[in-house]
């Protein structure tokens, strides 16, 4: 039987979305069972994928030039992204900054909160550089599928995984298409 | 009206001339997604969702109407991919997040989405943010949300007639604004709260309701308002479940009010903090003592020979009649509620006459229903108004002609060109009622002063102040209490209690209140309209109706 390789990262984002991928339980195994191998993901702990990934899933928002870096990185690497959950498909909850100006913010963040005291603005060059604005996975690299959600059902998840493991096009329709 | 042979969905259909192609489709049972469209308001096109393809074009179905030789198409692919994008133009014009935004789940743009499957924003969304308008009591302002329908527009000038709603700037620009933009709080809106009501998307919503949970989590219950004596069809969203009102809204199916509520019959009733009487109790030399229903029956029985009964218009007709048939003619209205002048004109004449006056009522603030459908053709520019009041009346700043109420004489002079205008009026005094009833060419219509004031005179209790001994009140409105003999033993069947009651009363019983009770009631047209019970009793009160059968029995067997 040939093998599917799945690859997934998270960017900005609440780790929601792989504890959904989690919820499907033993749909999991059955997806495994049918082919599905797991390869870098948050849960695997690997963090670069084989070169030969078929499906690719983007989870959150694109808001550092890291995320730019991985998620061009995941597109090279895979055949297919998919994109899940609202942070990833439209830009989500943290599209919020986007309406506040980026120094304004980090200084509301790390400096003027009530309970901080001396704080400061981080600045190692190991952190990712904020974005000017949240961008959402489309905006960036190209997506081929989507599934929103806030976060998605494993419902979803596991009906997207399946059509894509049986060969055909995903679509959601009705209770499993949810933007909240 | 004239038929016409049309195509639609290559079935050849008759149709009536003058209808638009969506009605049409309508009655077919066709299904086209809208979502500036709604039933009373006139149709805009704003949205451009409504679009079918006739021989090649596309058109709006809501705005073209029926013509011969149309070959109508509703679901080709050009129809399907042309609502996709304006679908997502919509979407990314503003924010359209639906992850922060409280409207989600009872959104019409939502669920337009879910229906045609939008699973991502094509485009890049527009991120100016425009400033949110919270300074209204009951109402919140988001133009972040909007998606400039102009449901709320139409619905403040055709429907509620208050004209407050207005367009400003153009483009992806245009802001919904109050007045000649002053925030929503400042300006003449009377907070009737039907622009809430329209909004397909969360850019108006009601500060209450909208953190109480979505549509499907409540009980819709059709009722008619009895907070007065209009009876206005209502819609009321109760928490399933639970024991409390989400929001109100107005039926839109209702021949009386057409979807159109006050700001009393919307938002009072849902935030009446009035304290409740809690339990029954009798005063004595050491303050209030509790007391249950047999001795509240023992008590009455022993009075019966020297006690008067009064009543007043909250009460439903059941009620009256079992407290008729017990006392008999010993029942008495505590409140005027005949009226000065009968009413000759229905409120569907009111909807559609020209002239008014208005006499001493400020319908804003009492008959805020009353007030839409004078206002809505007086500002809609095909009425005629005259205002007599003598105190202040906020009708005053639309009305063609403002006199004080002692001018009536020469003032009723100087309308020539009323032809036979409705005079609509509460209550006046003599001397003004002598006036009105000189001239032959006015029409009136009486607002009754209290709910089922109509209902008191069908059954023939008339208003009359008698000193007894005792005293039997049942009823929402204590205030006359207060002008009876102080030595008056006052038993008090009551919801609310207001602090003059704890004084004045001797037994203080406590009843359900509108919402807690079912009944009927007449309304100033003498229709006959039900009151749901919604919520159950919150305090240890009283059930007025079963109460009464009670006492009827046990009166009997003496």
Redesign the interface.
């Given at each position: 039987m040939k093998k599917i390789k799945v690859a997934s990262i998270w960017c900005e984002s609440c780790s929601g979305c792989h504890m959904s991928i989690l919820d499907m339980d033993e749909r999991l195994v059955e997806l495994i069972n049918k082919g599905l191998e797991l390869n870098a993901t948050p849960i695997t702990d690997l963090k670069v994928p084989d070169d030969d990934t078929d499906i690719g899933i983007i989870e959150g928002a694109v808001a550092t030039d890291h995320h730019e870096e991985e998620v061009k990185m995941m597109r090279e690497k895979c055949k297919f992204i998919v994109?899940i959950g609202?942070c990833a498909?439209?830009?989500?909850?943290v599209?919020?900054r986007?309406?506040v100006p980026l120094n304004e913010l980090l200084k509301r963040g790390y400096i003027e909160t009530e309970s901080t005291v001396d704080g400061k603005i981080p600045t190692s060059p190991e952190l990712g550089k904020h974005l000017p604005?949240v961008?959402?996975v489309?905006?960036v690299i190209k997506?081929d599928y989507?599934?929103?959600g806030?976060p998605p059902s494993a419902d979803a998840i596991y009906h997207v995984l399946k059509e894509i493991l049986e060969g055909k096009t995903p679509?959601?329709?009705?209770e499993l298409?949810k933007?909240? | 009206m004239e038929k016409i042979k049309i195509k639609i969905n290559d079935n050849e259909v008759e149709v009536e001339q003058g209808k638009t192609i969506l009605q049409v489709a309508k009655e077919l049972n066709l299904h086209i997604p809208t979502l500036c469209y709604l039933e009373p308001l006139s149709p805009q096109g704003a949205c451009r969702l409504c679009l079918v393809e006739d021989r090649g074009k596309l058109v709006t179905s809501c705005t073209t109407p029926v013509a011969p030789n149309m070959d109508i198409k509703l679901d080709t692919p050009n129809v399907v991919n042309s609502r996709k994008l304006i679908l997502q133009l919509l979407f990314t014009e503003r924010n359209h997040?639906?992850?922060?935004c409280e409207q989600?789940?009872n959104c019409e743009l939502?669920n337009l989405?879910?229906e045609f499957?939008l699973?991502?924003?094509e485009f890049?969304?527009y991120?100016k943010?425009f400033s949110i308008d919270n300074s209204h009591d009951y109402i919140i302002m988001d133009p972040n949300r909007c998606v400039l329908c102009r449901r709320c527009v139409r619905a403040c000038s055709e429907l509620a007639g208050h004209f407050v709603l207005g367009e400003m700037n153009r483009g992806i620009e245009t802001l919904i604004i109050a007045d000649m933009n002053v925030p929503l709080g400042e300006s003449s809106c009377t907070s009737c709260g039907l622009c809430a009501q329209v909004c397909p998307t969360g850019a108006i919503v009601d500060k209450r309701s909208v953190y109480l949970g979505k549509d499907v989590q409540t009980d819709i219950i059709y009722s008619n308002c009895n907070e007065c004596a209009v009876g206005c069809g209502t819609k009321v969203y109760k928490k399933k479940n639970s024991n409390f009102i989400v929001k109100i809204y107005g039926d839109m199916d209702s021949e009386i009010n057409g979807g159109v509520l006050c700001k009393i019959g919307r938002f009072s009733a849902l935030f009446d903090e009035k304290p409740r009487v809690i339990s029954s109790k009798i005063k004595d030399d050491f303050g209030f003592r509790k007391l249950d229903s047999d001795k509240i029956m023992k008590l009455i029985s022993e009075k019966m020979d020297e006690l008067y009964v009064y009543v007043d218009g909250s009460l439903f007709n059941e009620e009256l009649e079992l407290i008729k048939s017990i006392f008999k003619d010993k029942v008495y209205s505590l409140y005027p509620n005949e009226p000065q002048i009968p009413s000759n004109v229905t409120l569907n004449d009111l909807k559609n006459a020209n002239e008014f006056i208005v006499i001493g009522v400020d319908l804003n603030r009492e008959f805020g229903v009353i007030g839409s459908f004078v206002k809505r053709k007086v500002l809609g520019g095909d009425g005629k108004l005259a205002v007599f009041d003598s105190n202040f009346n906020s009708l005053a700043q639309i009305s063609h002609y403002t006199f004080n109420l002692n001018e009536l004489k020469d003032g009723l002079e100087k309308l020539k060109e009323f032809k036979s205008p409705i005079v609509i009026y509460k209550e006046l005094p003599k001397d003004i009622i002598e006036i009105l009833k000189g001239k032959e060419n006015l029409k009136y219509l009486w607002l009754p002063p209290e709910t089922n004031s109509i209902g008191l005179n069908k059954l023939n209790i008339k208003h009359e102040i008698k000193n007894s001994k005792t005293i039997l009140f049942f009823g929402e409105n204590i205030e006359a209490l207060k002008n009876f003999d102080k030595n008056t033993f006052i038993i008090a069947f009551t919801p609310y209690e207001p602090e003059d009651l704890l004084r004045r009363a001797n037994v203080i019983v406590g009843i359900s209140n509108g919402f807690e009770r079912d009944g009927t009631f007449y309304n100033l047209d003498g229709k006959l309209l039900k009151k749901e019970k919604i919520l159950s009793p919150k305090f240890e009160t009283l059930d007025l109706k079963k109460f009464l059968n009670e006492f009827k029995n046990v009166s009997l067997v003496k």
């Open positions: 994109a609202d498909v439209f830009g989500g909850i599209t919020m986007n309406y604005k961008k959402a489309n905006e997506v989507y599934i929103p806030c679509v959601l329709t009705g298409l933007y909240e | 997040y639906c992850m922060y989600s789940g939502q989405g879910y499957g699973d991502h924003f890049s969304t991120e943010k």
